[in-house]
């Protein structure tokens, strides 16, 4: 039988909820708290299940037997962001660091991690800040687009599926003062899948997130294209989504059944056509 779910007012006052119970089932849905143990605040993500009992058991078909996932069962869940987390900054790259921490009694047995409390707005809230010069919003890409491009590079040299992330937006990367901060690896690919796709669906993923409007063509999507510094494997990715190949014609018939509109296929079209000019 499954844990039963924490709720918000199961939590000590000074304990304070960051995110989740909250929609039609707040029994369902990850939490962040952020606590303090030992003189250090730290962020505590519990994992729960996030559909009914079929839809988990589907999705976790789906993900692990058809889409390359490692599913999304809460235990597989924490499970796989700890190893990514892991990887990351075994590798060199800025996201949150694991803590050490001492179970409190309220969690109960649910899948949990504690992380690095990290201060400061995520990427995209700067990139629509209007106070925020324009000349810093395209340092920050310039330094994202230079992490992408060296993680990438290693990603493919060293066959580490790990190192790409699943669902990259700049809604997961904080700025934090001089760092920025990759957050939200609870969901990645398995071992032995192909990671030239996969890197190929991060950048469709984190330039459709850019490419807000034609407004930002030129200020973000090129500055991320000039400072990415691996030409090859961004030329690579847009050969990729414009294939034949059966993985592809089926990516492209889901988009078209799903995301009509500013479609992962069409950002990379018109990447593409920027590389060429």
């Known amino acids: 039988m499954s844990p039963a779910p924490v709720l918000a007012e199961g939590v000590p006052p000074e304990v304070r909820l960051i995110s989740g119970a909250s929609g039609s089932d707040p029994s369902r849905g990850n939490l962040l708290?952020?606590?303090r143990q030992d003189g250090r605040d730290l962020i505590l993500k519990v994992y729960r299940r996030r559909r009914s009992r079929w839809s988990q058991f589907w999705g976790d078909f789906s993900q692990r037997w058809i889409e390359g996932k490692?599913?999304?069962r809460p235990e597989r869940r924490r499970q796989t962001?700890?190893?990514s987390l892991r990887a990351w900054r075994e590798a060199g790259f800025d996201v949150p660091r694991l803590e050490a921490w001492q179970r409190p009694s309220w969690l109960g047995s649910l899948p949990a991690l504690a992380m690095e409390a990290v201060s400061g707005p995520t990427l995209l809230t700067a990139l629509h800040d209007p106070d925020?010069?324009?000349a810093e919003k395209q340092s920050l890409i310039a330094r994202l687009a230079a992490e992408h491009g060296r993680r990438h590079a290693l990603a493919l040299s060293s066959g580490q599926a790990l190192?790409?992330?699943e669902h990259p937006t700049p809604r997961h990367v904080l700025v934090s003062g001089e760092r920025l901060v990759a957050f939200d690896f609870e969901n990645a690919y398995r071992d032995g899948f192909p990671v030239p796709v996969a890197v190929a669906y991060e950048l469709a993923s984190t330039l459709r997130s850019l490419w807000i409007d034609e407004?930002?063509?030129e200020p973000y999507v090129s500055v991320f294209l000039?400072?990415?510094g691996e030409r090859a494997i961004l030329l690579d990715a847009c050969r990729r989504f414009a294939s034949g190949a059966p993985r592809w014609r089926l990516y492209r018939l889901r988009e078209r059944?799903?995301?009509?509109r500013r479609s992962k296929t069409e950002t990379m079209r018109r990447v593409g056509a920027l590389l060429r000019t």
């Open 33 to 35: 708290f952020q606590l």
């Open 70 to 72: 490692r599913g999304v």
């Open 81 to 83: 962001e700890a190893e």
């Open 132 to 134: 925020r010069p324009l």
């Open 163 to 165: 190192l790409v992330q």
């Open 215 to 217: 407004r930002f063509a």
């Open 226 to 228: 000039n400072a990415y």
């Open 257 to 260: 059944r799903h995301r009509p």
